[in-house]
T-cell receptor
């Protein structure tokens, strides 16, 4: 079984400031890691994912996340946020291997970007 | 990537009635479909896992007689909320995975309001 902890339920930040959204996970097996973004009244969209290889993964809109196996973390960062980044962000994990596996989601972090 | 079409996107129903939510995989054989529920300002919680041609597996605390899942074909999985009550009001979403679990394909979600 896996679990995901997002300690920060809300993160207020001013526009153009850097931000970090924290995600820690627990699993007895190797996992894939994902960050999803949910804009108001919309479904979830994939932001980025770690499958293997380089521990630093980046999205097309400036977000990046680093997989840290020793700390079981996958924190999301952006050096300069925009108003349009205001949304709910979910960290998720799933097991590897054959057989389709359910995603386990964290409780979410609401990023509120203020002008 | 694969496309999962979920309908309806929103529905309002009277207490005591039943509501059926459909998820169709348009270009993908979805042998497994995961059904999640998201209450306001909360995360996505796995309700059940449906496998084509077999009975669904329900998570602890989810009433199988209330949330009927049918996965009769590789392209269609349905969730029926029977005898709906206001506390069933939620956002329901279906998710399927690629065979190696490196990707997840989301339905658009259904916002159910029971009045």
């Amino acid at each position: 079984a896996q679990s995901v902890t997002q300690l920060d339920s809300q993160v207020p930040v001013f526009e153009e400031a850097p931000v970090e959204l924290r995600c820690n996970y627990s699993s007895s097996v190797s996992v894939y890691l994902f960050w999803y973004v949910q804009y108001p009244n919309q479904g979830l969209q994939l932001l980025l994912k770690y499958l293997s290889g380089s521990t630093l993964v980046k999205s097309i809109n400036g977000f990046e996340a680093e997989f840290n196996k020793s700390q079981t973390s996958f924190h999301l960062r952006k050096p300069s946020v925009h108003i349009s980044d205001t949304a709910e962000y979910f960290c998720a994990v799933s097991g590897l291997g054959t057989g389709r596996r359910a995603l386990t989601f964290g409780s979410g972090t609401r990023l509120q970007v203020q002008p | 990537g694969a496309v999962v079409s979920q309908h309806p996107s929103w529905v309002i129903c009277k207490s005591g009635t039943s509501v059926k939510i459909e998820c169709r995989s348009l270009d993908f054989q979805a042998t497994t479909m995961f059904w999640y529920r998201q209450f306001p300002k909360q995360s996505l919680m796995l309700m059940a896992t449906s496998n084509e041609g077999s009975k669904a597996t329900y998570e602890q605390g989810v009433e199988k007689d209330k949330f009927l899942i049918n996965h009769a074909s590789l392209t269609l999985s349905t969730l029926t909320v029977t005898s709906a009550h206001p506390e069933d009001s939620s956002f329901y979403i279906c998710i399927t995975r690629g065979v190696r679990n490196t990707e997840a394909f989301f339905g658009q979600g259904t916002r159910l309001t029971v009045v």
